[in-house]
C-alpha cells in the first residue's frame, strides 16, 4: 500500500461592488441576491421608504426577504428593489 499524504487546501475570497452616483443622492450597486445592478438606499432612507423601523429592516434582512450590503467602512446599503417587493405584500 502506496503511502498518501492528505492536504488541505483553505481560500479566502472578496467581494468587490461598485457603486455608482448620478450627482442626485441615488446610489446604484450591484445586488448579488437580484444579479441586477439597483438603486441601494442607506438604512434611514429604508426606514422612510418603507415606512417600518429600522429595527424591523433588520429583520426582515435576516429573513432574507430584503437584500443588503455592507460597504468596507461599515455602512449599510439596503437593495431597493427587495424593498419594492416587501412594500407590495404589506
Known amino acids: 500500500m ?21 450627482g442626485k443622492s441615488a446610489v446604484r450597486g450591484f445586488c448579488s441576491d437580484c ?30 426577504l430584503v437584500h443588503l450590503l455592507e460597504t468596507a467602512n461599515g455602512h449599510l446599503l439596503v437593495c431597493r428593489k427587495s424593498l419594492e417587493t416587501m412594500q407590495k405584500e404589506f
Open 2 to 22: 502506496p503511502n498518501s499524504k492528505k492536504i488541505l487546501i483553505t481560500t479566502e475570497s472578496y467581494e468587490i461592488f461598485t457603486v455608482r452616483t448620478n
Open 35 to 64: 444579479a441586477a445592478e439597483v438603486e441601494m438606499l442607506t438604512l434611514d432612507e429604508a426606514v422612510d421608504f418603507l415606512g417600518k423601523s429600522a429595527w424591523e429592516i433588520l429583520k426582515l434582512v435576516d429573513a432574507r
